[in-house]
C-alpha cells in the first residue's frame, strides 16, 4: 500500500487548495480513506474519513461545508478539495487508509499513511 498526498502550498485566507493523494496496492473496496492534519504544537486531527464501498462519509464540523473529497473516476487518485480556507486551516495534510469498520475518526485506527503536505493560510 502506497499513498502520496501533494497540492497544498501558501494561499490567502479565502481562497481555496485542491490536494491529491495518490494511492496504489489496495481496492477502495476493502479500504476508507482519510484526510488528517496536523497543526504545529497540535495534535493529528481528522478532517474527512470516507468509505467510498458503503457510501458513509464523515467531515469534522472546522471544515464542513467547506471542504469536498472526491475521486477519480478511472483511477486510484482522491481528491480534497478546500474552499474557503481560513487561518486555522493551516497544517501539515496527511492522507490515510485503513480497513477497519466502522470508518474509524482518530488517528490511530488507520494503518497506511503517506507523507503529508504543507497548507499555509495568509490572514
Known amino acids: 500500500v502506497q499513498l502520496q498526498a501533494s497540492g497544498g502550498g501558501f494561499v490567502q485566507a479565502g481562497g481555496s487548495l485542491k490536494l491529491s493523494c495518490a494511492t496504489s496496492?489496495?481496492?477502495?473496496?476493502?479500504?476508507?480513506i482519510g484526510w488528517f492534519r496536523q497543526a504545529p504544537g497540535k495534535e493529528r486531527e481528522a478532517v474527512s474519513c470516507?468509505?467510498?464501498?458503503?457510501?458513509?462519509?464523515y467531515f469534522a464540523d472546522s471544515v464542513k461545508g467547506r471542504f469536498t473529497v472526491s475521486r477519480e473516476s478511472a483511477g486510484s487518485a482522491v481528491y480534497l478539495q478546500m474552499n474557503s480556507l481560513k487561518s486555522e486551516d493551516t497544517a501539515v495534510y496527511f492522507c490515510?487508509?485503513?480497513?477497519?469498520?466502522?470508518?474509524?475518526?482518530?488517528?490511530?485506527?488507520?494503518?497506511?499513511w503517506g507523507q503529508g503536505t504543507q497548507v499555509t493560510v495568509s490572514s
Open positions: 496496492g489496495f481496492s477502495f473496496d476493502e479500504y476508507a
Open positions: 490515510a487508509v485503513t480497513r477497519r469498520r466502522p470508518t474509524p475518526m482518530i488517528e490511530m485506527g488507520y494503518e497506511y
Open positions: 470516507i468509505d467510498f464501498s458503503r457510501g458513509s462519509t
